[in-house]
């Protein structure tokens, strides 16, 4: 089946206006770095990511989940099949009492905010965390204090066998930049969160206050996806970058940031090659100095085309 009639099909199935042709992936990740998709989708409703991905796999398609791009390294090549988008398009929310509801492409930063307004406290952690409900889920985001498992019920989520399920908290299986849902390749589709009451004045304080400690610790004034590595149990990935000689070493347009070394942030006209080259070098140099292997937080895509 060529390029053409797979587009076609596509659209079929959620509209022309929803479907994107070889569509360079830069402009969608945080990066700012990112080769062409075959096909960017951007579906609106659960109806239309399960028929997308249910044609996927019928045609023998591969497919991706991209929410903002926050935590993503996009090959320069780009990656072949489908990247289902879910974001501004998916991203209705509702409140009722405690409980609210909210679809995967819903930023972080928009539910924080409308539990403020709503008064309620308990996602004040992950207003910063420049990704989606979506992602935050699979990779219980957590900062500050914070995780999402401290305020997830339940977590709606299309199957690899196709079927759309609630999973309870409890079934989610959380740990560390992990889930459950990750592990057997679900697609999350939205989250019941419960939060608390809370004055909304106290709570946009506290916002403010993480607000104010990421912009004077994190090169937020540069394009990154974030903290580049995870956590090593009982130590800090900064500390081991530092002590390894690497604040601000360059790889092309790839940097170690000068104002957070656990950061690798696009210094300009970085390419995604430059980006994974410096990411060895700082495993390398990490391994050879503390005897710490650092694994990638980033997820990288299209590199194993």
């Not at 289902?84 to 905010?113: D, I, K, Y």
Request: glycine share 12%.
């Amino acid at each position: 089946m060529d390029k053409e009639t797979q587009a076609k099909m596509l659209e079929s199935l959620i509209g022309r206006e929803s479907v994107r042709v070889d569509e360079p992936l830069a402009a969608y990740t945080t990066f700012l770095i990112g080769g062409p998709a075959d096909f960017l989708v951007s579906p609106r409703t659960e109806e239309q990511v399960c028929s997308v991905v249910a044609w996927c796999r019928e045609a023998d398609v591969p497919f991706r989940v991209m929410g903002l791009g926050s935590d993503v390294l996009v090959s320069d090549r780009g990656v072949r099949g489908v990247v289902l988008r879910l974001a501004e398009n998916f991203a209705a929310m509702s409140f009722e009492g405690e409980v609210v509801q909210v679809q995967a492409g819903c930023s972080n930063e928009e539910v924080a905010r409308a539990a403020c307004l709503a008064g309620l406290s308990g996602y004040e952690f992950a207003c910063g965390i420049p990704g989606t409900v979506g992602g935050a889920a699979i990779m219980n985001a957590g900062a500050y204090g914070g995780e999402f498992k401290d305020v997830a019920e339940a977590v709606r989520c299309l199957t690899s066998a196709g079927e759309v399920v609630d999973v309870p908290a409890a079934e989610a299986a959380w740990s560390y930049r992990h889930s459950m849902m990750d592990e057997v390749g679900s697609i999350v589709l939205g989250a019941t969160l419960r939060l608390v009451p809370g004055e909304c004045g106290a709570i946009q304080a506290r916002m403010d206050d993480l607000a104010q400690r990421r912009s004077e610790k994190q090169p937020l004034e540069m394009p990154s996806a974030g903290s580049t590595f995870k956590r090593p149990e009982g130590c800090f990935v900064g500390q081991l970058v530092q002590e390894a000689g690497l604040r601000g070493y360059r790889v092309g347009g790839a940097q170690v940031s000068e104002k957070h070394t656990g950061f690798v942030v696009n210094a300009g006209g970085a390419t995604a090659d430059d980006v994974r080259r410096l990411v060895a070098v700082v495993q390398e140099r990490v391994l050879a100095h503390a005897g710490v292997l650092l694994e990638p937080e980033v997820r990288m895509w299209g590199f194993e085309d």
